[in-house]
């Protein structure tokens, strides 16, 4: 998603968003526009050229053009501006390539740090700072103004992305389930800064937990490689690789000039580094979730906690098919799921099998017993939750009494209840809104744990003495 069609009215938007952010008070710096044609936009005043500009210019936003960047890009460094956003297209991903070499040179021999072209740009959630052409609202054909491209709320997650309209959407997929944002960057073509360079940054940022990427191609292997595994120290990583089939190498190739190359070379890449994989994007998304909000996992033995049989069932399947182990509960765990049988505060019927089935008459109480035994055994690693809120049984209360028991725990957890309904909805985000990664089906929250268990083990292998 680059401006090659209407680079005016790209910029246009990028200008609109920067003036209301300071208008807002949420950009605390200096917003200047230029165009030669015009003396004012927005009713703020424009300059020529960036060298117009009183004082120097720390960056510049690009959308004009492909043609003309490279003179601008160079007029603007021997003005003193050190960083460039090159929203517009038109390079490397059309067969351009010398121009997209010629912006990379004028770049580098001017001191201007270029970030694209064929970009969205980046959004800083805490500063405000918004190069995104994407307006946040729109005006529908009946006249109704609807929320289009909405900033989700400030978070700690990083989204670092080739494909810009993967970008917009990735937004839009955050903003609606509960996600918040630390910071974005569509970086397109990467001529200049790099996945690598984008890594060292985040994994020395405060204000990043989790850094999540969509990647097509990486532009220096051996470098992200050697950066990734200084950047997994820090803070987990979660990476979707697409192109994977020649089908998709083609398209890769024509939509950001990236060379796929071999899936099996970006599977070992992954694995010495410790990226978590997702194979999908519900998988990027819900695994960045899981780690923004619970702990890491250091043991590959797990439980299933619920008082559904059949969502139960499913969820130890795929934590053995995720490669974890739902054994059975060691002695310890079994000597006091009968103890409280015995005083009654758990179900006479319970087999205390794992997954352990409180059935459909457990209460929150119940699930606190239940999960503070699981959760206190040196075992085990982590659980998946199943609260289904259709049991008579069960109100909202559950998820507090359950949260308050995972954190005072500090293993990893994640929830699942199944359904659309408002219940469910509100369920769920009584979950997230306590720090418990919640899911809509039981697949899902066994994935999630897995990812938190696969970050938290290679964390433990690689700081044990050889």
Known sequence: MGASATPHRIGYVIAEN??????????KGD??????????ILGEKCYPTVSAIPG????IAVAIPAAKIPETIEEAGKAGTKAAIVISSGFAEIGNRELESRLR???RENG???IGPNCLGIYDAYTGMDTLFLPETKFLS?????????RPRPGSISLLTQSGAFGASALDYMAGHWMGIRAFVSYGNRCDVTEDEFLEYFAHDDKTSVILMYLEGLAKGRDFLDKAKDTTKRKPIVAMKSGRTEAGGRAAASHTAALAGSDQIYEGVFRQAGIVRARDVEELFDFGRALALQPPGYSENVAV???AGGPGIMAADALEESGLAVTRFPDRIMSKITAYKSKGLLLPVLSGANPLDL????TASMFKLALTAILEDPDIGGAVVITSHHAPTILDDAAEIIAGTVLRNKKPVTVCDVGGTEMAIAMRAAFEKRGIPSYEVPERAARSLWALIYYGTFIKRRSSPA
């Open 18 to 27: 920067m003036v209301n952010n300071r208008k807002r008070g949420h950009f």
């Open 31 to 40: 917003v200047f526009l230029v165009n030669p044609n015009h003396d004012e």
């Open 305 to 307: 906690l619920t008082n």
């Open 105 to 107: 040179e004028v770049g």
């Open 359 to 362: 059935t459909a008459e457990a």
């Open 56 to 59: 120097k210019v720390e960056a």
């Open 142 to 150: 009946d006249g109704r103004e609807v929320v289009a491209t909405p």
């Open 112 to 114: 201007v740090s270029i």
